[in-house]
């Protein structure tokens, strides 16, 4: 799971209430808007790890217990092909025999996400861009999409009202916070005029 969202420092501009535990429903001035939690976590989380690195600041913190992750040799080569680019992203891995890796340390901002996940995630990305010839720069970026990915809140947890707050207050730091990484839109607007047409108000 995700880091607890931090509680914002001045209160919110903008009232939200959490649907159906994946849903974020925002008054705006000009109508509604739901967010996809998930969604746009995963886009917060992203933009924030890029932040750190291109600030050459993002050091993975290490791990009281290091976790060691079981791999077929394919996958324990392609991983410890990449050991450098992991290392900028934050993940820190070392082999710790055969086809086994032990994960040293990860960054701060992916909670307590398992490092197995992480790393499975990782593979089929460096996988997919090996594949294309992807060069160092590509295949960090596709390590902080996993990150991001793996600790971004899930549908179905259940968010406290400083956590809805904070969520929905950073969706403007961001200009791309509109997408996730992959693409897929974090909200979907109604207009008032729109409701009002619904209802047959106009």
């Not at 799971?1 to 903008?14: G, K, R, T």
């Not at 790393?119 to 970026?141: F, K, M």
């Not at 730091?173 to 009002?196: F, K, N, V």
Request: aromatic share 4%.
């Amino acid at each position: 799971a995700a880091l607890p969202l931090e509680q914002p420092a001045e209160p919110p501009q903008e009232r939200a209430f959490q649907l159906h535990n994946r849903y974020l429903v925002v008054e705006t001035k000009s109508g509604i808007e739901v967010i996809d939690q998930h969604a746009l976590h995963e886009r917060v989380l992203y933009e924030q790890l890029r932040e750190r690195v291109a600030a050459g600041n993002l050091e993975g913190q290490a791990l009281l217990l290091p976790e060691r992750v079981e791999l077929t040799p394919a996958e324990f080569e392609l991983v410890t092909g990449h050991l450098t680019a992991l290392g900028e992203a934050g993940v820190r891995v070392e082999s710790f025999g055969g086809s086994t890796v032990v994960v040293q340390a990860k960054p701060a901002l992916v909670g307590r996400t398992p490092a197995a996940e992480i790393i499975r995630e990782v593979i089929d990305r460096l996988a997919a861009l090996d594949a294309a010839g992807g060069d160092r720069r590509l295949v960090v970026e596709e390590v902080l999409h996993s990150l991001s990915c793996r600790a971004a809140i899930k549908a179905g947890n259940p968010l406290s009202q400083p956590e809805i707050d904070t969520l929905v207050a950073d969706r403007h730091r961001y200009p791309g916070a509109r997408h996730c990484p992959h693409g897929r839109p974090t909200s979907l607007m109604l207009s008032r005029q729109e409701l009002d047409r619904q209802f047959r108000r106009t």
